[in-house]
């Protein structure tokens, strides 16, 4: 994952994923109806406040405290389906391109989504438990 054009490059491919993983998975469970939505929501607010007291700590991304908060992050989005590693870093750039995930997101601290991302980005280098992407099962 370098600049320039192979960055753009890989970084399409992993909003691809990302759309086409989330329209599969809303297709085959009525909207995630499986999901409670409300415990989710409560997950996410508990860890985001977790993740802010680290980051005010002047903890870095690739930080172990944050990889096993980042990996919190990753078992709360597979309640929902279970991402390839291409599109959980898709999610990460969504958080930081549409404009109310980032406003939300930043209502916790002003450099989260930054910070998320980049935290994402490593645990998605290293971790484990992803689905096979799109491309991996094409070409396989």
């Known amino acids: ?14 909003r691809r994923s990302l759309a086409e993983e989330q329209a599969k998975s809303l297709a085959g469970t009525n909207d995630w109806e499986h999901v409670d939505r409300e415990r989710v929501h409560q997950d996410w607010d508990v860890l985001y406040r977790e993740i802010t007291a680290f980051l005010d700590g002047g903890s870095l991304p690739g930080d172990q405290q944050i ?13 929902f389906y279970t991402p390839s590693r291409e599109a959980y870093v898709g999610m990460s750039l969504f958080y930081a391109e549409d ?3 980032r406003a939300f ?25 992803f689905a096979p992407s799109a491309g991996a099962e094409a070409s396989a």
């Open 105 to 129: 997101h930043d209502s916790y601290h002003p450099g989260m989504v930054e910070f998320l991302g980049a935290a994402i980005k490593v645990f998605a280098e290293q971790g484990s438990g």
């Open 67 to 79: 990889q096993e908060l980042v990996r919190r992050h990753f078992d709360i989005v597979s309640r």
């Open 99 to 101: 404009e109310a995930m």
């Open 1 to 14: 994952m370098g600049t320039g054009a192979v960055g753009n490059s890989y970084e399409d491919e992993c």
